[in-house]
């Protein structure tokens, strides 16, 4: 496997399950973001991982709840959602620069598409 | 804060019709810019970046664009668009001092016509 992979690439879940995302990165970078990709809305930046320490939570309420074991894996869990939740979720990385003031370009995974019924 | 915003919402063009998607970011400091691509059904990928240098930025597929300082943009062009351009394109900015801050604009989507 090459780039970003995201699974699954479907999901269909109730307000009351318990559910996961999951992100893989093979390019070595070292920062992980989580973004949510609504139909009609700018991509919302969620999370970001840099070095495997969280950085920015974008007032994301708590039921969406990020995990990074690892550079190369990022997980999303996600309980008692609600349908306004339905969207393309969508993982990214990249390399930070040393000083940490600049980022390179993102790498974006192909998303997993949620449906909160 | 940062924010960014695409002038249309959706662009309808004949092949071998010029293209001009227009982006500007409101942040006074260093940014570095992007366009990326979401063809349909696929990944979001880089078109073309910039950071510093050239303010004409080239990229893949013919595109290119242009950063003016002065006015806060970064339209992207391409003199000649073809069916397979058919897209959604995504401006986004990385203001340095705003950490992994990174903001995509709403998006544009192109349909170009056969």
């Known amino acids: 496997e090459t780039g970003v992979t995201q699974t699954p690439r479907h999901l269909v879940m109730g307000m009351t399950n318990k559910k996961s995302l999951k992100c893989e990165q093979h390019?070595?970078?070292?920062?992980m973001y989580w973004y949510k990709q609504s139909a009609k809305k700018p991509l919302e930046l969620m999370f970001v991982?840099?070095?495997?320490?969280?950085?920015e939570n974008n007032s994301v309420p708590s039921r969406f709840s990020p995990e990074c074991p690892n550079s190369s894996h990022l997980f999303l869990h996600l309980h008692t959602l609600q349908p306004e939740d339905s969207a393309l979720y969508l993982c990214a990385s990249s390399q930070e620069s040393v000083s940490g003031s600049s980022y390179n370009e993102q790498f974006f995974g192909p998303g997993t598409r949620l449906t909160v019924l | 804060a940062q924010s960014v915003s695409q002038h249309n919402h959706h662009v309808i063009l004949s092949e071998a019709a010029s293209l001009e998607l227009g982006c500007n970011y409101s942040y006074g400091g260093t940014v570095n810019l992007f366009w990326y691509v979401q063809y349909p059904g696929q990944h979001l990928q880089l078109l073309l970046k910039?950071?510093?240098?050239?303010?004409l930025v080239k990229g893949i597929k013919g595109f290119e664009a242009e950063f003016i300082k002065s006015k806060f943009s970064f339209n992207l062009r391409k003199p000649s668009v073809q069916w397979s351009d058919t897209a959604e394109y995504f401006c986004?900015?990385?203001?340095?001092?705003?950490?992994?801050?990174?903001?995509f604009g709403p998006g544009t989507r192109l349909s170009v016509l056969p």
């Open positions: 986004a900015v990385n203001a340095e001092n705003y950490g992994q801050n990174f903001v």
């Open positions: 390019l070595g970078h070292n920062a």
């Open positions: 910039y950071f510093s240098g050239d303010p």
């Open positions: 991982y840099s070095l495997e320490e969280r950085v």
